[in-house]
T-cell receptor, first 114, second 113 residues
Framework: EPEVTQTPSHQVTQMGQEVILRCVPI?????FYWYRQILGQKVEFLVS????????KSEIFDDQFSVERPDGSNFTLKIRSTKLEDSAMYFC????????????FGDGTRLSIL | DQQVKQNSPSLSVQEGRISILNCDYT??????FLWYKKYPAEGPTFLIS?????DKNEDGRFTVFLNKSAKHLSLHIVPSQPGDSAVYFC????????????FGTGTRLLVSP
């Protein structure tokens, strides 16, 4: 069964450094998402992406965050200058359509900011 | 922001019995609901969903019930198996044209042999 793949599984970065999290969505999916889960908290929506542009973003997704689909397969989340509070599990997801369709998640990248 | 609530942090059930996981929501704009299962060190795995035009959806051992007037949904697992032990998340999507999922806090299900 097709799946969403994320790399790396664990990223350790010094505060203030840039980090790029990578995702390969399911190949026939058109909508892409990033979520995060801080330890002990809910899974929170960050951003959705369709047709090469952001369709919605949360208040968490400030100017330090950006997303890109640099080629036909990868979908990336960049955090420009990481903060301690960015430490979390980051999940990529994709779906065939934008509404009334399940989103399928990758196994996540654990981001640890030191 | 408690738009989706799972009030039971944990549930223990014996193998072969029914597991019932509950979820309440407050946003009347939600019209699509999903259940995900999550094992440690893995991402959420989609289980089953229901649109607001239905009140029940069934897939094998999993059935989701939706009570729109009560803003309540539940997931029934029958019969429960030890491999079902995981954290179960309820999630909802609004009919506003945006695609974000709003998650509950999860219920940890333990199915004992």
């Amino acid at each position: 069964e097709p799946e969403v793949t994320q790399t790396p599984s664990h990223q350790v970065t010094q505060m203030g450094q840039e980090v790029i999290l990578r995702c390969v969505p399911i190949s026939n999916h058109l909508y892409f998402y990033w979520y995060r889960q801080i330890l002990g908290q809910k899974v929170e929506f960050l951003v959705s992406f369709y047709n090469n542009e952001i369709s919605e973003k949360s208040e968490i997704f400030d100017d330090q965050f950006s997303v890109e689909r640099p080629d036909g397969s990868n979908f990336t989340l960049k955090i420009r200058s990481t903060k301690l509070e960015d430490s979390a599990m980051y999940f990529c997801a994709s779906s065939v359509a934008g509404v009334n369709q399940p989103q399928h998640f990758g196994d996540g990248t654990r981001l640890s900011i030191l | 922001d408690q738009q989706v609530k799972q009030n039971s942090p944990s549930l223990s059930v014996q193998e072969g019995r029914i597991s019932i996981l509950n979820c309440d929501y407050t946003n009347s704009m939600f019209d699509y609901f999903l259940w995900y299962k999550k094992y440690p060190a893995e991402g959420p795995t989609f289980l089953i969903s229901i649109s607001s035009i239905k009140d029940k959806n069934e897939d094998g051992r999993f059935t989701v019930f939706l009570n729109k007037s009560a803003k309540h949904l539940s997931l029934h697992i029958v019969p429960s198996q030890p491999g079902d032990s995981a954290v179960y998340f309820c999630a909802a999507m609004a009919n506003t044209g945006f695609q974000k999922l709003v998650f509950g806090t999860g219920t940890r299900l333990l199915v004992s042999p």
